[in-house]
């Protein structure tokens, strides 16, 4: 059966890639479709995203592209958690507890690297009005957690190696190396053009002590407020990018597993949600539907519109641990 059902979907995702533009399925078709699991959404009309076409829009959620942020295996999970719980407790028997941080009490430094290809936004040199609107979208998104994002410098960088670098690329280790500032609770984000559909990436607060140097976020610079990145050209790439920067997993790490993104108040979700599906419950035995509106999912910018008070919470608790100098 397990056999039969990977057969269906790999034919099934063929034809979706070799005929996205044809009329509707058939009855028979439809009802293979359904007897696998899959809906109309999954096979729907041709996504182009960045100059690269795609089958469909959740063909380029399963790309990788939406976000290239390093997957977090369970095992350094747990690590991590040991850790974590570990430090809480050493603070806690020097008798200097951990504690909640008010809204709006911390101040992150931002240092915002504009990689372009050449002069005019075509090229990628965003103007200062969108940086600017870039902000203002952090800060209202981070409205409700103890952070505030005040930006200390622009700066401009004419080279096309570093325009298009990806992930893990020696011109993206070059690139930040060079132009790095501040330190560890210095935000440096890099907008570019990283082509592949990559909207962006983002390095967590454990690997800073680690790789200091390549600490950041990368953006693709048409996904700032009215870039051309459609339908993620309202800021929110940068959003979910810094929420990873400041420890916060997917919404859907782990899938419907109890551990998930280690934020209690956020649902299971089984996997990547993309547009804005309303009502969707991809983890039916687990308690609420999936969240949707949630940064650290993969909707359409102007589907996602908070944090939840248990990822405030997690941030604040990173941001302490690995981003905030030891208290005296």
């Not at 325009?163 to 210095?186: C, F, H, I, N, V």
């Not at 559909?197 to 800073?208: K, R, V």
């Not at 916060?248 to 089984?270: I, K, M, S, W």
């Amino acid at each position: 059966m397990i056999q039969i059902r990977s057969t269906l979907t790999a034919v099934l995702a063929g034809m979706a890639l070799l005929c996205s533009a044809a009329p509707a399925l058939s009855a028979s078709a439809a009802d293979i479709k359904a007897q696998i699991g899959e809906t109309d959404a999954d096979f729907g009309p041709k996504f182009t995203f960045n100059g690269k076409a795609f089958a469909n829009q959740k063909a380029f959620i399963d790309s990788g592209a939406r976000c290239s942020t390093r997957h977090v295996p369970d095992f350094e999970q747990k690590m991590l958690d040991a850790s974590l719980n570990q430090w809480v407790a050493e603070r806690a028997a020097a008798g200097k507890p951990v504690q909640e941080r008010p809204i709006g009490s911390v101040n992150v430094p931002v240092y915002f690297h504009v990689i372009n290809n050449g002069s005019g936004i075509g090229n990628g040199d965003i103007p200062e009005g969108q940086i600017t609107a870039q902000m203002q979208v952090l800060n209202d998104a981070y409205a409700n957690t103890p952070f505030t994002f005040t930006l200390v410098s622009t700066t401009r960088n004419t080279n096309s190696s570093w325009y298009t670098a990806g992930p893990g690329t020696a011109a993206e280790s070059q690139m930040k190396s060079t132009l790095r500032q501040g330190g560890a609770d210095a935000l440096n984000i890099y907008s570019s053009n990283p082509g592949g559909g990559l909207l962006g990436w983002a390095t967590f607060p454990s690997d800073y002590a680690s790789s200091p140097s390549m600490d950041g976020v990368v953006i693709l610079f048409s996904s700032v407020p009215g870039g051309t990145a459609s339908p993620y050209n309202e800021g929110d790439t940068g959003t979910h990018e810094v929420g990873h920067w400041l420890g916060l997993y997917h919404t859907f790490q782990g899938g419907c597993r109890a551990l998930g993104d280690r934020v209690n108040d956020t649902p299971a979700e089984g996997s990547a949600a993309f547009g804005c599906p309303v009502e969707r419950d991809s983890c039916p035995s687990a308690a609420g539907l999936d969240p949707i509106t949630n940064f650290m999912d993969y909707t359409d910018d102007n589907c996602m519109d908070r944090f939840s008070n248990g990822q405030s919470r997690r941030a604040d608790k990173q941001h302490q641990k690995y981003r905030t100098p030891a208290p005296v």
